[in-house]
């Protein structure tokens, strides 16, 4: 059971826009900065989002990132058969005093 | 660019020990935390240890607190993870970070508990 809570999965067509949630607590999000990484299949993470909603550089602007109270999410706008991968929040947490990841949520396009 | 690179994972059996590493190179290894990240197969991630750049705080997550123990050479740009007692609930793909924002991965070194 994972201290932040998405869903195991999302999916949406070629160009559509898909979202993914990211619950957390006053403990992570409520005081912390919530951060995005994309795993491609066979591959090690990358970050995608950094500081609640900002991109790397080289990272698409599809991508964006928001954060509000204890809640995030994350959009791909435009969606590209690139963009099927698994996606993960994370945050640190000041009352485990550790980092904790979201389950993951497996974006499929369809 | 910066680039991290672990070795060292392997099989071992219940109740024995490895050392894993990772070395960085294009930056400058001793301005940055380090984060040691495992993913059991077919799982999600899981951050295990943290390292600040200078080595005065080490910090682990309650599954391996005791067990594994999370140390840098800063002359050398490795980071390590000295991981005792292991057990088959390690078994994962160990990915090294650099920073505490985990900015950077390495392709990860695959640790495999079993008799």
């Known amino acids: 059971q994972s201290v932040l809570t998405q869903p195991p999965s999302a999916s949406g067509t070629p160009g559509q826009r898909v979202t993914i949630s990211c619950s957390g607590s006053r403990s992570n999000f409520g005081s912390n900065n919530v951060y995005w990484y994309q795993q491609l299949p066979g591959t090690a993470p990358k970050l995608l989002i950094y500081r609640n909603n900002q991109r790397p550089s080289g990272v698409p602007d599809r991508f964006s990132a928001s954060k509000s109270g204890t809640s995030a999410s994350l959009a791909i706008r435009g969606l590209r058969s690139e963009d099927e991968a698994d996606y993960y929040c994370?945050?640190?947490?000041?009352?485990?005093?550790?980092?904790?990841f979201g389950g993951g949520t497996k974006v499929t396009v369809l | 660019e910066v680039q991290l690179l672990e070795s060292g994972g392997g099989l071992v059996k219940p109740g024995g020990s490895l050392r894993i590493s990772c070395v960085v190179s294009?930056?400058?290894?001793?301005?940055?935390?380090m984060s040691w990240i495992r993913q059991a197969p077919g799982k999600g991630l899981e951050w295990v240890s943290g390292?600040?750049?200078?080595?005065?705080?080490?910090y682990y997550a309650d599954s391996v607190k005791g067990r594994f123990t999370v140390s840098r050479d800063n002359f050398k740009n490795t980071l390590y993870l000295q991981m005792d007692s292991l057990r088959a609930a390690d078994t994962a793909v160990y990915y090294c970070?650099?920073?505490?924002?985990?900015?950077?991965w390495g392709q990860g070194t695959l640790v495999t508990v079993s008799s």
């Open positions: 390292i600040s750049s200078s080595s005065g705080s080490t």
């Open positions: 970070a650099k920073d505490y924002a985990n900015t950077k």
């Open positions: 294009g930056g400058t290894f001793s301005d940055y935390a």
């Open positions: 994370a945050s640190w947490d000041d009352s485990l005093g550790v980092w904790v």
